[in-house]
């Protein structure tokens, strides 16, 4: 009788075929290099992380040297361009959200009186943090801003201020997205989510090709088992999201100077597992879709809350409860915390553990329906 | 026929349903070792749904069998292994070489000494110097040439050919045939469908299929035979033979009426009812009268005609 085992001999077969279709198709290969290139660029260099001249609204309600010089002291720091005077709170409240400016600096009633006296009067400034990127340096810079200007006034009798750690308690309300994240988010993100696009697409696509253009009859017509298919065809690929990994790294090291503070061994770990759950959902979607558009289709419906809910876009503690539980249940979400926690907090392999295992088991059950969903036959 | 023999394929009862048509009707199939089966039938009539049925492509929804000895429901894995099955539309990779997708099929069946056996397989149907050539690149013709290389590449014992020289010019026709022959003389069963007349005539034992109807089979004597036709061919002046086809066809016993050139072949299955309908025309001196054999494709016309098309029961065509 003959053996039904799997055959390493028919997986190299498979293998090699497909290398092959790959080198041939110079416009997905151009796609598959060029989009971890195209996004990084966009996200590294179009897209400012340290903007300046952000709009900012003035509700003064006390009117003195100290205020003035604080004002005069923010727009020359060229962080801040101070475009509107407000009349009231309600207004900057408007302005916010409707965000017509990115800041409001709110000077109290009484503000130089007391700070004369050496009370430590509040300046209270309120910060759209929709995007922590826009505003992050800025609120950082904030703090030497108002000590510089208020500094050189404290002269004669009001020196004795001096000393004090500062003269004014600065305030900062970040609103809308109190979490902060720094733009070293980005870059580890970025991988993550390139990885997610590509590799789903790519093998979304195999068996539909395989459908459409009508080899699959031949294929199914010779004696080569669904696990050959299968592996022949994801193998391939986990070159290509390796290739696209050394580029994002690269890239991050030189354009971007992201640390890498922990041990490549354990990011490749996550990497190769992450590379495998996307590869087996998209071979998944290739067992269902009808044609290529349809497996496109199904990509995007994939790769949208991926994007959005897994705390690439907004931070993950920041969304309520249920898009937490989607988020949970996404490859990307827990991979980005693997990247993150490998390159910027030094992770080891036992603290990625808790995030590997749902990567494991989302990459077994993936690959287990796409099994069951293989048709060896063409009913 | 060697009678102890068991045959390559043996089914009864074949049937595929798609949605209430019936595609494949209770199909019985006998082929023994070494021989060349003709298919035919019109377009539609099952002959690939069977094909596919017998190597594991599609499950039937009734009937059982065997191909080469195991049961093309359960175990369509073994049948596989001895199969070559050459698709009717080209399906191997046109984004690889003809030596490529040769090389392809080889590892699948793990082949020893592939390279030798690629080698001599582009040789022997003369691709030899085109190996290197994109699949998707060739005419159809040589597709059709790779397709049929590929598939007896791990010399199976069940070739099932579907319209192989469909679009094939006549030299390249006969030397496909040739090939087929000396395959079978080698011990090589075929399955082949065709719709040429020459073709079918060049097969051991033919099949007729209409409307998912296994209609006749057996030599091609036989067939025409069973079709239990008689036929007269007219010869005579052009114009009086064209009055002539359009005066007979639509008389009664006259089935078929169909000009040959000067000759017009007319056929009926009731011999008496054919002779009554043309002895009027008989007198004519411009016409010459003779009785002629029918041909193989007078009886598959006449099989087609008496067939009921399954998607219209109460139309009989
Ligand atoms: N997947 C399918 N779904 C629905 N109907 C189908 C399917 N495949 C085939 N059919 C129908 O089954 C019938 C038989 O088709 P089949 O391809 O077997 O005919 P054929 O004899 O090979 O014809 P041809 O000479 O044109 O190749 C046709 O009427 C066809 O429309
Ligand atoms: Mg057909």
């Known amino acids: 009788m003959i053996k039904r085992r799997f055959s390493f001999g028919r997986l190299v077969a498979v293998v090699v075929k497909e290398f092959i279709q790959m080198r041939r198709d110079r416009l997905t290969f151009a796609m598959m290099v060029g989009i971890p290139i195209m996004q990084l660029l966009l996200f590294g260099y179009a897209i400012n992380s340290d903007p300046r001249h952000l709009p900012t609204a003035v509700l003064s309600q006390d009117n003195g040297p100290f205020s003035r010089a604080i004002l005069a002291a923010m727009q020359n720091s060229t962080y801040f361009r101070l475009t509107v005077t407000a009349e009231s709170v309600a207004e900057v409240d408007r302005m916010l959200d409707r965000g ?92 993550g989510t390139i990885l997610t696009m590509t590799m789903i697409i790519m093998t979304s696509l195999a068996m539909t090709r395989e459908r459409e253009r009508g080899t699959m009859e031949n294929l199914l017509a010779m004696p080569v088992r669904p696990t050959e298919v299968m592996v022949g065809k994801l193998v391939p690929f986990i070159g290509v999201g390796l290739v696209q990994v050394a580029v994002i790294l690269g890239a991050a090291r030189l354009l971007f100077h992201v640390p890498m503070e922990g041990n490549a061994a354990v990011l490749a770990v996550g990497l190769t597992v992450f590379i495998v759950a996307n590869l087996a959902v998209g071979f998944l979607f290739s067992t269902v879709a009808q044609n290529q558009l349809q497996a496109m289709q199904m990509s995007f419906f994939f790769f949208l809350p991926s994007m959005l809910m897994s705390g690439f876009m907004f931070p993950f503690r920041g969304m309520p409860g249920w898009a937490q539980a989607i988020g949970e249940a996404l490859p990307l979400t827990h991979f980005l915390r693997v990247v993150r926690g490998v390159m910027l907090k030094a992770n080891s392999l036992a603290d990625t553990w808790p995030d590997i295992w749902p990567l494991l088991a989302f990459l077994t059950a993936a690959l287990g329906l796409a099994l069951l969903r293989y048709r060896q036959t063409l009913d | 026929m060697s009678a102890p023999e068991a045959p390559v394929i043996s089914v009864r009862g074949l049937t595929k349903r798609y949605g209430d048509k019936t595609v494949v009707d209770k199909v019985d199939l006998q082929v023994m070792r070494g021989q060349i089966y003709g298919f035919l039938g019109p377009n539609g009539s099952g002959k690939t749904t069977t094909i596919r049925m017998l190597c594991g492509l599609l499950v039937p929804d009734a009937g059982e069998g065997t191909c080469l000895g195991h049961d093309i429901r359960t175990e369509s894995w073994a049948i596989k292994q001895r199969v070559g099955y050459m698709t009717q539309k080209f399906s191997f990779y046109e984004d690889l070489t003809i030596r490529e997708n040769l090389d392809f099929v080889a590892r699948l069946y793990g082949l020893p000494d592939r390279r030798a056996k690629v080698a001599a397989a582009l040789e022997r149907l003369g691709l030899a110097e085109r190996r290197n050539q994109l699949a998707g690149a060739l005419s159809g ?66 099949a007729y299929l209409a409307y998912g109807k296994l209609m006749a089979h057996g030599t091609v004597a036989e067939v025409v035979a069973g079709a239990g036709l008689s036929t007269w061919h007219v010869s005579g002046p052009d114009r009086r033979i064209a009055e002539l086809a359009r005066t007979l066809s639509g008389l009664k016993g006259v089935e078929m009426v169909a000009p040959f050139g000067a000759t017009l072949h007319v056929s009926g299955a009731d011999a008496a009812a054919l002779d009554t309908a043309v002895q009027p025309f008989q007198a004519d001196a411009a016409l010459a009268w003779r009785r002629g054999e029918p041909t193989l494709e007078d009886a598959f016309i006449h099989l087609m005609d008496s067939a009921t098309d399954n998607y219209h029961p109460d139309a009989p065509r």
């Open chain 2, 141 to 206: 013709g040589w597709k059709q040439r790779l397709a049929l290389a590929a598939c007896i590449l791990h010399q199976p014992d069940l070739l099932l050919l579907d319209e192989p020289t469909a679009g094939v010019d006549p030299k390249a026709r006969r030397a496909f045939w040739d090939e087929i022959h000396e395959l079978s003389a080698a011990g090589m069963t075929v399955l082949v469908s065709t719709h040429y007349m020459d073709e079918a005539e060049r097969c051991h034992r033919i």
């Open chain 1, 100 to 191: 017509t400016v990115q800041f409001a600096v709110e000077i109290p009633v009484g503000f130089e009186r007391r700070l004369m006296r050496g009370d430590i009067p509040a300046l209270l400034v309120m910060a759209d943090a929709t995007d922590p990127a826009a505003t992050g340096n800025a609120v950082l810079a904030l703090q030497q801003i108002v000590q510089g200007a208020v500094a050189p006034l404290l002269t004669g009798p009001l020196e004795a201020l001096l000393p004090a750690p500062q003269p004014v308690e600065l305030r900062i309300h970040r609103r809308y997205n109190p979490e902060g994240l720094t733009q070293y988010n980005i870059v580890p993100g970025l991988m």
